[in-house]
């Protein structure tokens, strides 16, 4: 049974005084357990909507979502959500950030599982300092650490390290497929960094237009860790681009 | 920077100029103390001026001490109320009415400011009313609240409780008004209950600009305190002035206006102190520098 189950959703929004829009149109997606798979498109095509919809932050206008079957229809803690920027609670320390996640086990169980996840994005040494004293990569580490303290089985990234310098994106894209490697979930990210997506997916859904369609779907099975400038790498990057007619 | 090799050499962290490392976080911070107190000193610098200045104008005859009498004599006489206990009756009354007066109008406008920031139908309903009534000046209310409370403590309260109101209630809703949407989304995403997340995400957010509604509104209540007794009393600094007035006195007047001084400066930095202490947190200019 797929993991994610995505079946004819569409989203229209109305703005105040005006015309309803669609923002996505009949999007039926199914994802297997284990994978990374990455949602590509042009702004506006609706991406970050339809992770905000699986993450049940927001309701699909028709159509539905199942994660391990189960009918979203608000958050759920078997869901990992990273935002595009960390938004860590300020006037809480990095620790305090992460156990909000677990604001419902008892304080006892909570510090050995914060512990345990700081240590795992490298900031086991960081975790009594203020958000404002972290760095923009050590912020994002933090969030993915508040975001994957809970076990979940579906991590989903909304454009994560696209506030990040190139060369700390890199560093947090090796990592994350590190924990990726050792964690066992499955991992749904939107990026519009086409090479981000073909270094890092197993699969690549590419959106495009207003609403937003699924137009491509494609399978990578290039070994790990990927050389970015191999041939079927960019074969395959320069294909997407074509999809999303930027040339 | 010894804290990175305790990190896996593979996942170098990447700390900006600001980035603390442990050490810097976890010792004491050491020199505070010294520092508090060199801010101290440096800022007694210009009232220890002003007094020898004054002290010399009035001793080489600039001044005429039946106008301007000299810091000493102004020491004088205010020790000589002191030691009979009449000085602290009038320091008490006061302070009693900015106190109680304080209380009533931070109470009334942390409970409204609360009510108009959180609820968009309270706002709509009672918000441009208390907008217009902030446009009264408040010393116009004074016939009317002797009018209805009388000339004694009750009328004094109030007009103090007036002035106090108002920047707490308007700094408090627009300081929950601002609060940033998406650290409340971060709570929704964790499936906070409603009470964690007035208490963790949306109450720290507005603290900032409760505080500095908090100061202001103090700073007025040591305002309003002296129209209050300025109407009408017989116990308080502002009337310890009057008294001075009538009785030829100005050393009183001055020793009550230093006195005042002191007290609205005191009380503040106890609440400037208190929104520090809840403010840790901030990436100021103002925090960096304290």
Redesign the interface.
């Known amino acids: 049974m797929a993991l994610l189950e995505i079946t004819g959703v569409s989203k229209s929004y109305a703005p105040a005084g005006g015309k309803s829009q669609l923002a996505l149109e009949a999007i039926d997606l199914a994802v297997e357990p284990g994978g990374i798979v990455s949602l590509v498109g042009t702004s506006g095509c609706g991406k970050s909507t339809l992770l905000r919809i699986v ?1 049940g ?1 927001e309701k699909p206008s028709t159509g539905a979502v199942r994660v391990a079957g189960v009918e979203v229809a ?4 078997d869901v990992g ?1 990273v ?1 595009q ?1 960390p ?1 860590l ?4 320390s990095v620790r305090q950030n992460v156990r ?2 677990l ?2 086990l008892p304080r006892g169980e909570q510090d050995p599982l914060i512990d345990a996840v700081l240590e795992k994005v ?5 975790a ?11 912020a994002q ?1 933090a969030a993915i650490a ?1 975001a994957l303290v809970r076990r979940p089985n579906l991590l989903l990234l909304d454009e994560p390290f696209s506030a990040l310098d190139s ?2 994106r890199q ?1 947090l894209q090796e ?1 994350l497929i590190q924990l990726w490697h050792d964690g066992g979930f499955t991992m749904v990210f939107v990026t519009h960094d086409i090479e981000e997506a073909v270094a890092l997916s197993d699969r690549i859904i590419v959106l495009r237009g207003q609403p937003g369609r699924v137009v491509g779907d494609h399978s990578i099975e290039l070994p790990r860790p990927r050389g970015r400038s191999s041939q079927p790498f960019l074969a395959l990057k320069d294909q997407i681009i074509g999809q999303l007619r930027l040339v | 920077m010894g ?1 990175q090799t ?3 050499p593979d ?6 100029s ?3 490392t ?1 050490d810097a ?2 010792s004491p911070r050491a020199g505070t103390g010294r520092r508090w107190l060199t801010g101290v000193s440096l800022g007694l610098l210009l009232p220890l001026a002003i007094v020898i200045l004054w002290q010399v104008a009035v001793e080489a005859g600039w001044m005429r001490p039946n106008q301007l009498p000299s810091p000493t004599a102004v020491f004088t006489e205010m020790w000589d109320l002191a030691r009979t206990g009449e000085l602290w009756q009038h320091f008490a009354a006061t302070g009693q009415r900015v106190l109680w007066g304080f209380l009533a109008g931070a109470g009334a406008a942390t409970l409204f400011g609360a009510l108009t920031g959180y609820s968009r139908l309270a706002r709509q309903i009672l918000d441009p009313t208390f907008q217009a009534l902030k446009a009264v000046p408040s010393l116009a209310w004074v016939p009317l609240f002797i009018l209805w409370f009388g000339i004694f403590e009750a009328s004094k309260i109030t007009l103090i409780a007036v002035g106090v109101f108002f920047p707490i209630y308007l700094n408090l809703m627009v300081g929950i008004l601002s609060t940033d949407r ?2 409340v ?9 409603r009470r ?1 997340l007035v208490w ?2 949306l109450l ?2 507005t ?1 900032p600009s409760y505080f500095a509604g908090l100061r202001s509104g103090l700073a007025l209540g040591w305002m309003f305190v002296i129209a209050a007794e300025l109407m009408g009393a017989s116990k308080g600094l502002g009337f310890l002035m009057l008294d001075g007035q009538m009785t030829g006195r100005p050393q009183v007047i001055i020793g009550s206006l230093v006195l005042f001084a002191l007290v609205g400066k005191a009380t503040d930095a106890i609440l400037a102190w208190g929104a520090r202490r809840a ?5 100021s200019y103002g925090a960096m520098r304290a």
């Open positions: 993450a932050l608000a958050p759920s803690r959500l935002f920027e938004r609670l300020p006037w809480m909000l996640a604001h419902d490298g900031l086991g040494h960081f009594d300092v203020w958000p404002h004293q972290l760095s923009g990569g050590m580490r508040r060369f700390t560093q990592h | 804290y305790a990190l896996r996942l170098p962290v990447e700390p900006n600001r980035a603390a442990p976080v976890a998406k650290l989304e971060v709570g929704h995403v964790y499936g906070l209950p964690q963790r995400v720290p957010g603290l403010l840790r947190w901030q990436d």
